[in-house]
Nanobody, 116 residues
Framework: QVQLVESGGGLVQAGGSLRLSCAAS????????MGWYRQASGGQRELVAT???????NYADSVLGRFTISRDNAKNTVLLQMNSLKPEDTAVYYC??????????WGQGTQVTVSS
């Protein structure tokens, strides 16, 4: 099993910044991709950003240029630096991990609220 624990969520004003952290533990040998998804109240879970073990990144168009994802393989940690936050960024943010042999894993989620 893989365990993912998020931290760093909170309440910020529009234009502010926040940094999310996800720590992975357990059987992570086959974990190839980690990243972040988010789900607004009443909405669907959607991709925010992903990063591979070799540090290839992918971003949703809505966050490109504002968010930066990074990964520390030695510490089994993925970070999401969020700048220029907008009210529409308000959501529960979920850490994600995937491996070809272990499948998908999700964290418990951390709330990010951006006020107008």
């Amino acid at each position: 099993q893989v365990q993912l624990v998020e931290s760093g969520g909170g309440l910020v004003q529009a234009g502010g910044s926040l940094r999310l952290s996800c720590a992975a533990s357990g059987n992570i040998f086959s974990t190839s991709v980690m990243g972040w998804y988010r789900q607004a109240s009443g909405g669907q879970r959607e991709l925010v950003a992903t990063i591979t073990r070799s540090s290839w990144t992918n971003y949703a168009d809505s966050v490109l240029g504002r968010f930066t994802i990074s990964r520390d393989n030695a510490k089994n940690t993925v970070l999401l630096q969020m700048n220029s936050l907008k009210p529409e960024d308000t959501a529960v943010y979920y850490c994600y991990a995937w491996g070809a042999t272990v499948g998908n894993y999700w964290g418990q989620g951390t709330q990010v609220t951006v006020s107008s």
